[in-house]
């Protein structure tokens, strides 16, 4: 059996469980997928190669050994998984940079929650992938290393931040992907590279060793091949976390039982202030195509109205900056190593205008005005959930962009982010889902929101839809 | 909008250094982006009260005890300082009198 890279979880376990492959056989399977096309790709900044390859021969042991592996592969439901971690969370023993100068030679002491919930699940951490410095971009382009290209057309960006994990899924590195969103950073680039992105209710996964951009906002999630996958991922990772006071404790289904539940009667609010003229044509008829398949399905469709998203960006605009100002004060050249001379232009623009809406005399007229209008957001989606169930909308304007797209904008990340960023700001849940390909063979995705805690309800739908188009099964040519 | 004198006050606020041309062009984008979100004054917020946080959030509390896996990662993070002195990390002066 070969390309056992290309396989999901389910598909990886099944075939450990019946014994067609070892657990070794399908890490170097992504290994060498990596070695093969990374050059190109340029998704991940840390390869763990020797780790990895050590890691699933203790694995193979212990399948050997056990006599019950249905119990095995139950019990620890990602077990033998090579998965892909963005650089934003800290792994113990391995390189953590955030895709930043400043860190780029920190070895953390403690694994991430998100990284120690993995490998307690059985995953194996086969690398560390690239992303815009400290999260801060939908491109990719402003990782202080390199830019991650797209698998689709390797002239395009895979978008960002979590664009080296889209990446690395679209072109079938890894079996599974984790990613972070404060705002669209998992959405956007799963949008751009044609795969699955989860990103949760704040709170519902815990933020503990996630290197901090905008923390009212950040929030893990997996970036996965299928609709299911995601489910056994979310399902690992979500969780009360003593070390986060903001995880939540509400308890954690098992989002697999309900996901073939189909969408009858399901009501799917579409918010006409999403299908705005500066959404890229191509994408809107292939949404309006996806919405007609859930109306074929039996889900109840309506016209909706919410807040102007153009507003969310100028609220998340001010309330990102002003944390990132103050999370990234504590890299002071004392603890980390290296000084604040290291950080980029970025990094450094979002600093200065961060301090600029905190400091005395500016604080009200803008932080102050960000943070009520951010109620009113908040209050705006409660009174549509009063009506529907879920919204669906463009995950981002356009396709992917070309290469350089980003620079010399300072708004770009923001612009791209305009259609994730009101439901990032209300703490909602969303995912993306890919909807069919441009006139370019470029994917093109939609976004399921739904209210907070919704995720089984998101997963169901999603899988719904992929159940009936398969958009998934189509693959890059690199 | 935003002065030069506000840019070098904001440069000393937040600890950077930057170059006279870099200082400029910082200058531009960050009034580009102030008249960006200038956006929601056109937006009624009388009455309204301020979010912090999208979700409902109660103190959480425990107890403050150092945990003897934290001494042995103090350890070893002192092992990886660039430079160090007598079990501290040594760094440049960072206050002058």
């Given at each position: 059996?070969?390309?056992?890279?290309?396989?999901?979880?389910?598909?990886?376990?099944?075939?450990?469980?019946k014994?067609?492959?070892s657990?070794?056989?399908?890490?170097?399977?992504?290994?060498?997928?990596?070695?093969?096309?990374?050059?190109?790709?340029?998704?991940?900044?840390?390869?763990?190669?020797?780790?990895?390859?050590q890691?699933?021969?203790?694995?193979?042991?212990?399948?050997?050994?056990?006599?019950?592996?249905?119990?095995?592969?139950?019990?620890?439901?990602?077990?033998?998984?090579?998965?892909a971690?963005?650089?934003?969370?800290?792994?113990?023993?391995?390189?953590?940079?955030?895709?930043?100068?400043?860190?780029?030679?920190?070895?953390?002491?403690?694994?991430?929650?998100?990284?120690?919930?993995?490998?307690?699940?059985?995953?194996?951490?086969?690398?560390?992938?690239?992303?815009?410095?400290?999260?801060?971009?939908?491109?990719?382009?402003?990782?202080?290393?390199?830019?991650?290209?797209?698998?689709?057309?390797?002239?395009?960006?895979?978008?960002?931040?979590?664009?080296?994990?889209?990446?690395?899924?679209?072109?079938?590195?890894?079996?599974?992907?984790?990613?972070?969103?404060?705002?669209?950073?998992?959405?956007?680039?799963?949008?751009?590279?044609?795969?699955?992105?989860?990103?949760?209710?704040?709170?519902?996964?815990?933020?503990?060793?996630?290197?901090?951009?905008?923390?009212?906002?950040?929030?893990?999630?997996?970036?996965?091949?299928?609709?299911e996958?995601?489910?056994?991922?979310?399902?690992?990772?979500?969780?009360?976390?003593?070390?986060?006071?903001?995880?939540?404790?509400?308890?954690?289904?098992?989002?697999?039982?309900?996901?073939?539940?189909?969408?009858?009667?399901?009501?799917?609010?579409?918010?006409?202030?999403?299908?705005?003229?500066?959404?890229?044509?191509?994408?809107?008829?292939?949404?309006?195509?996806?919405?007609?398949?859930?109306?074929?399905?039996?889900?109840?469709?309506?016209?909706?109205?919410?807040?102007?998203?153009?507003?969310?960006?100028?609220?998340?605009?001010?309330?990102?900056?002003?944390?990132?100002?103050?999370?990234?004060?504590?890299?002071?050249?004392?603890r980390?190593?290296?000084?604040?001379?290291?950080?980029?232009?970025?990094?450094?623009?979002?600093?200065?205008?961060?301090?600029?809406v905190l400091?005395?005399?500016?604080?009200?007229?803008?932080?102050?005005r960000?943070?009520?209008?951010?109620?009113?957001?908040?209050?705006?989606?409660?009174?549509?959930?009063?009506?529907?169930?879920?919204?669906?909308?463009?995950?981002?304007?356009?396709?992917?962009?070309?290469?350089?797209?980003?620079?010399?904008?300072?708004?770009?990340?923001?612009?791209?982010?305009?259609?994730?960023?009101?439901?990032?700001?209300?703490?909602?849940?969303?995912?993306?889902?890919?909807?069919?390909?441009?006139?370019?063979?470029?994917?093109?995705?939609?976004?399921?929101?739904?209210?907070?805690?919704?995720?089984?309800?998101?997963?169901?739908?999603?899988?719904?839809?992929?159940?009936?188009?398969?958009?998934?099964?189509?693959?890059?040519?690199? | 909008?935003?002065?030069?004198?506000?840019?070098?006050?904001?440069?000393?606020?937040?600890?950077?250094?930057?170059?006279?041309?870099?200082?400029?062009?910082?200058?531009?984008?960050?009034?580009?982006?102030?008249?960006?979100?200038?956006?929601?004054?056109?937006?009624?917020?009388e009455?309204?009260?301020?979010?912090?946080h999208?979700?409902?959030?109660e103190?959480?509390?425990?107890?403050?005890?150092?945990?003897k896996?934290?001494?042995?990662?103090?350890?070893?993070?002192?092992?990886?300082?660039?430079?160090?002195?007598?079990?501290?990390?040594?760094?440049?002066?960072?206050?002058?009198?």
């Amino acid at each position: 059996m070969n390309k056992l890279n290309q396989l999901t979880i389910n598909q990886s376990q099944e075939g450990m469980k019946k014994k067609q492959f070892s657990c070794q056989e399908l890490v170097e399977d992504c290994l060498k997928r990596i070695e093969k096309i990374d050059e190109k790709i340029k998704a991940f900044i840390t390869v763990c190669k020797k780790r990895a390859i050590q890691e699933a021969k203790e694995k193979d042991e212990i399948i050997q050994r056990e006599k019950d592996l249905e119990n095995l592969f139950q019990k620890y439901p990602l077990f033998g998984i090579p998965v892909a971690v963005k650089d934003s969370f800290c792994t113990g023993g391995i390189k953590t940079t955030a895709a930043s100068r400043v860190l780029e030679n920190y070895i953390p002491t403690y694994d991430a929650t998100v990284v120690k919930k993995l490998k307690e699940a059985g995953a194996i951490i086969i690398g560390k992938t690239n992303l815009d410095a400290w999260c801060h971009g939908s491109s990719t382009e402003a990782s202080d290393f390199f830019t991650t290209h797209n698998p689709w057309n390797l002239n395009r960006l895979p978008g960002g931040s979590s664009g080296g994990s889209a990446a690395a899924m679209a072109a079938d590195m890894v079996i599974g992907a984790i990613g972070s969103e404060t705002a669209g950073s998992i959405r956007q680039p799963a949008s751009w590279c044609g795969v699955v992105g989860l990103k949760p209710t704040y709170g519902r996964v815990s933020r503990f060793g996630l290197i901090a951009m905008a923390s009212s906002l950040d929030c893990p999630g997996p970036i996965t091949k299928t609709v299911e996958d995601s489910a056994i991922i979310l399902r690992v990772l979500a969780g009360k976390d003593e070390y986060d006071s903001t995880s939540l404790s509400t308890p954690v289904p098992n989002y697999l039982e309900k996901i073939n539940g189909g969408v009858e009667g399901i009501k799917i609010g579409l918010p006409k202030e999403y299908f705005f003229p500066q959404v890229q044509k191509e994408v809107i008829e292939k949404v309006r195509e996806a919405i007609k398949v859930f109306e074929k399905i039996g889900a109840k469709i309506e016209e909706i109205s919410l807040f102007d998203p153009q507003y969310a960006i100028a609220v998340y605009t001010i309330l990102q900056r002003a944390e990132v100002s103050s999370n990234l004060a504590r890299y002071d050249g004392i603890r980390y190593g290296r000084g604040r001379e290291f950080f980029g232009e970025e990094a450094k623009r979002r600093i200065m205008l961060g301090t600029f809406v905190l400091s005395a005399g500016y604080y009200e007229a803008y932080y102050l005005r960000a943070q009520k209008v951010r109620t009113l957001i908040c209050q705006d989606f409660l009174r549509a959930f009063k009506k529907i169930d879920v919204i669906i909308a463009p995950t981002s304007p356009s396709i992917a962009l070309p290469l350089g797209s980003s620079k010399d904008n300072p708004m770009f990340g923001e612009i791209q982010d305009v259609l994730v960023e009101p439901s990032t700001i209300a703490g909602l849940p969303g995912i993306n889902i890919c909807c069919g390909f441009s006139s370019e063979n470029l994917p093109i995705g939609f976004q399921i929101i739904g209210p907070q805690l919704s995720e089984e309800l998101l997963l169901q739908v999603a899988f719904a839809y992929q159940n009936e188009t398969q958009w998934n099964q189509r693959k890059p040519k690199i | 909008m935003i002065s030069k004198k506000t840019i070098n006050h904001l440069i000393k606020l937040a600890n950077l250094r930057l170059a006279r041309k870099g200082a400029k062009k910082l200058q531009k984008d960050l009034i580009a982006t102030l008249q960006y979100v200038k956006k929601l004054e056109e937006i009624d917020i009388e009455g309204v009260l301020p979010a912090s946080h999208p979700m409902k959030t109660e103190n959480v509390l425990r107890r403050d005890e150092p945990s003897k896996k934290e001494i042995k990662e103090i350890t070893e993070l002192i092992r990886m300082a660039p430079e160090k002195k007598n079990g501290y990390f040594k760094t440049k002066r960072i206050l002058s009198f």
